[in-house]
């Protein structure tokens, strides 16, 4: 059973970068054929996909986050990160990692497992 | 405003059927690309409930039914259950936006 946790700083000041990690476990994110997602949560704007990557280090972004956007992998830790720069109020959400997977006969990704979710808030 | 277009709010009693649609358009689900359904129950991640349009994960049960037509998708809960009670998310990919995937806004089920 593939698990996912996301883990970092709930409390983020404006301007600033918000990081994260999602740490798998019961697979190897370097194995298979899977999108390593991040989505997020805010009140205002319901679920948003922020960007993945994939089991080979190519990346995909939200083209509205694109500008300000990374997603990295470390297969060593079996973790995956987001990086978000020059933050603001509008950040505010509870931020998601996921697991994508395009399967044959399907057209598109669907996210089959999700971690708990951690919120992060921007503000002084 | 959300790419994909879902009612916010849908109710029913107990055993009855109530259904969710989620509007798109002609870059999204009217071109082809499958319709994926999550629950989200309070303070939980989302749950995928349906994917490529009608397919249920295994655990899932078979009173939740997915459909596809057009540029439309919907999700049938059959014999509601007060359990049922949550918010439900349709998933797309938009090829207008550059290999973006989009939700729709959200519905809110109440069992009466």
């Known amino acids: 059973q593939v698990q996912l946790q996301e883990s970092g700083p709930g409390l983020v000041n404006p301007s600033e970068t918000l990081s994260l990690t999602c740490t798998v476990s019961g697979g190897s994110i370097s194995s298979g054929s899977f999108y390593w997602s991040w989505i997020r949560q805010s009140a205002g704007k319901g679920l948003e996909y922020i960007g993945r990557?994939?089991?080979?280090?190519?990346?995909n972004y939200n083209p509205s986050l694109k500008s300000r956007v990374a997603i990295s992998m470390d297969t060593s830790e079996n973790q995956f990160s987001l990086k978000l720069s020059s933050v603001t109020a509008a950040d505010t959400a509870v931020y998601y990692c996921?697991?994508?997977?395009?399967?044959?006969?399907?057209?598109?990704?669907?996210?089959?497992?999700w971690g708990q979710g951690t919120l992060v808030t921007v503000s002084s | 405003q959300s790419v994909l277009t879902q009612p916010p709010s849908v109710s029913g009693a107990p055993g009855q059927r109530v259904t969710i649609s989620c509007t798109g358009s002609n870059s999204n689900i009217g071109a082809g690309y499958d319709v994926h359904w999550y629950q989200q129950l309070p303070g939980t991640a989302p749950k995928l409930l349906i994917y490529?349009?009608?397919n249920r994960p295994s655990g899932v049960p078979d009173r939740f039914s997915g459909s596809k037509s057009g540029t439309s998708a919907s999700l049938a809960i059959t014999g509601l259950h007060s359990e049922d009670e949550a918010d439900y998310y349709c998933l797309s990919h938009d090829s207008s936006l550059n290999g973006n995937y989009v939700f729709g806004g959200g519905t809110k089920v109440t069992v009466l």
């Open positions: 490529g349009n009608t």
């Open positions: 990557i994939y089991t080979s280090g190519s990346t």
């Open positions: 996921a697991r994508g997977i395009l399967e044959m006969g399907v057209t598109g990704i669907y996210f089959d497992y």
